[in-house]
């Protein structure tokens, strides 16, 4: 399995104005590095809790159908699937119908069903990447549609990677990189 982002998301939960109130910064002499940090943090807070936070289009890769009558779709919510294509063994490129499953966005991961009496094609697949699914993820368009404590949890981390820009090197200290309220707010909703 692999993912592969398609489109990235056209706004970031944290705004600049946001953070930089919550760091008490007036110049704009760093917005350059903030708008970098504010990336930076979403990229952290998603990979950490396995979500899409703002919409953005992926691919999900795999070797083959699943034995299931299901297929998993990583970085929830899922919002839609775009489509479900295959590639033989000749790397002709097939799209299955959409009459053939169901998109279920209610569970975490969302999925792809097959509906009644239907199956995946029993084409032989190339031996690698022989099914791309394209869907799109995430609580919305807009920053408001991102929980709150997603919010709280990237301006902490801003905050302590404004405050300190490089690593540390201590001894006899047990130093750690990422503040454990980042953590603590972001452990609740992770996908597993």
């Known amino acids: 399995?692999?993912?592969?982002?398609?489109?990235?998301?056209t706004v970031e939960p944290a705004t600049l104005t946001e953070?930089?109130?919550h760091l008490r910064v007036d110049s704009s002499d760093e917005d350059n590095l903030l708008n970098s940090l504010i990336t930076s943090a979403?990229?952290?807070?998603?990979?950490?809790?396995?979500?899409?936070?703002?919409t953005q289009t992926w691919e999900l890769w795999l070797d083959a159908f699943p034995s299931e009558s299901y297929i998993n779709v990583s970085l929830p919510?899922?919002?839609?699937?775009?489509?479900?294509?295959?590639?033989?063994?000749d790397d002709t490129e097939a799209t299955f119908?959409?009459?053939?499953?169901?998109v279920d966005t209610k569970n975490e991961p969302g999925r792809v069903v097959l509906n009644y009496s239907k199956t995946w094609p029993s084409t032989t697949?190339?031996?690698s990447n022989g099914v791309c699914v394209e869907f799109k993820a995430g609580y919305?368009?807009?920053a408001s549609d991102v929980p709150e404590k997603v919010k709280q949890a990237m301006l902490l981390l801003i905050g302590a990677w404004y405050e300190q820009r490089e690593a540390i090197t201590t001894t006899g200290l047990n130093v750690k990189e990422i503040p454990f309220a980042v953590d603590a707010l972001l452990w609740q909703d992770r996908v597993f």
């Not at 119908?97 to 169901?102: E, P």
């Open 42 to 54: 979403r990229q952290y807070c998603e990979a950490f809790q396995k979500r899409s936070y703002i």
């Open 140 to 142: 919305g368009d807009a």
């Open 97 to 102: 119908s959409s009459d053939d499953y169901f």
């Open 19 to 21: 953070v930089k109130a």
């Open 125 to 127: 697949l190339r031996p």
């Open 1 to 9: 399995m692999a993912l592969k982002l398609k489109t990235a998301p």
């Open 77 to 89: 919510p899922l919002q839609s699937i775009s489509s479900v294509k295959y590639y033989d063994t």
